[in-house]
């Protein structure tokens, strides 16, 4: 592992005019998003890569452009416009999560990382991402991406995945950046402070070059600091997290059947019994699928067994 703090002074410089030059160009970035739209930037990225994400959040936003307006919304428009996103169950705990904003903090979301992380649907990593994002906290923010860079580089391994280590916790806040106005740090796109900086870039290092299978080594503004790549990329691409689910035939499949027939519907309709049983022939997974979705507040099953979004 690295402990030269020249060394270190180096990969943050490089990565901070790195990011001036090549960082995307995302609606929520650069102070042009309130924290709360970079908290449902964060929620909706969960998962999913931000290229999707892109035109959902900007019509998102357009709709319900703070927490009190989501949080009276219909949960039926909810889940509507959560589209194609993915694990459906978010678009409801954000709005929980508006909810509990608009009531308890009044509209305005919370900047400590205790108040983040208790609001529904929140866990570590968005409330680091919003401290350090939203309101320039210095605070280490550990995503699959920020992980595998700084385990290539420093420690020059494979991140494995799996739950984030003590050790690798220890070395992210280690290697932070100290917002101090003596930092040689530049503090690109838009003046933001050097731990922002730092947080910002690796993370979208590790998703335009340090790939988890193809890293771009060639364009790296970090290869010269990079143990792993010194190492000859031992391990590359290797996992201890289980293999990625196939998607055909899957409960996740039937699902999104049922839930994209029913937001196609003409605004009141509802969806039959024996449309519902045309979605998908093994009849043992539907009904329990659709016990899921019920279960998950997606949506309701009327006495006559048709189905709609919640009202």
């Known amino acids: ?14 990565l901070a005019a790195w990011w001036e030059a090549n960082a995307r160009d995302l609606p929520w970035r650069f102070g042009r998003a309130t924290p709360w739209g970079i ?13 999707r994400v892109v035109p959902y959040w900007t019509a998102w936003m357009a709709k319900w452009p703070d927490a009190r307006a989501l949080a009276g919304a219909p949960k039926a428009e909810v889940i509507t416009a959560w589209g194609r996103l993915g694990y459906p169950r978010r678009a409801l705990r954000l709005q929980e999560c508006a909810q509990v904003v608009t009531n308890r903090y009044d509209d305005e979301l919370p900047r400590t990382y205790d108040e983040l992380v208790a609001l529904p ?27 595998r860079v700084l385990s290539r580089v420093f420690c020059g391994q494979e991140s494995l ?20 106005p003596s930092r040689r740090v530049s503090r690109a796109k838009g003046g933001v402070a050097p731990s922002v900086t730092w947080n910002q870039s690796i993370m979208e290092l590790g998703a335009l070059v340090c790939t988890a299978k193809s890293p ?38 039937v699902r999104g059947l049922v839930l994209g027939a029913l937001r196609e519907l003409p605004a009141g309709e509802t969806l039959s019994r024996e449309r519902v049983e045309g979605l998908w022939e093994d009849r043992a997974q539907l009904t329990s699928c659709v016990a899921s979705l019920d279960d ?3 949506i309701e ?8 979004l919640p009202q």
């Open 39 to 51: 908290l449902v930037s964060e929620v909706m990225s969960q998962q999913t890569q931000m290229s």
């Open 301 to 308: 099953i009327l006495p006559n067994g048709s189905l709609r």
């Open 161 to 180: 995945g799996g739950s984030a280590s003590p050790l690798e916790r220890e070395m992210a806040w280690r290697l932070l950046p100290e917002d101090l």
């Open 216 to 253: 771009l080594c060639g364009q790296c503004p970090l290869a010269e600091w990079c143990a792993f790549f010194r190492a000859g990329c031992p391990g590359l691409g290797q996992r201890r997290t289980r293999p990625r689910q196939r998607f055909q035939g899957t409960d996740r499949q």
């Open 296 to 298: 998950d507040g997606l």
């Open 121 to 147: 649907g929140v866990g570590d990593y968005t409330a680091s991402a919003v401290l350090s994002f939203a309101y320039g906290r210095r605070v280490a923010v550990l995503d699959t991406n920020i992980r």
């Open 1 to 14: 592992m690295m402990n030269d703090s020249e060394a270190d002074d180096g990969v943050a410089l490089a």
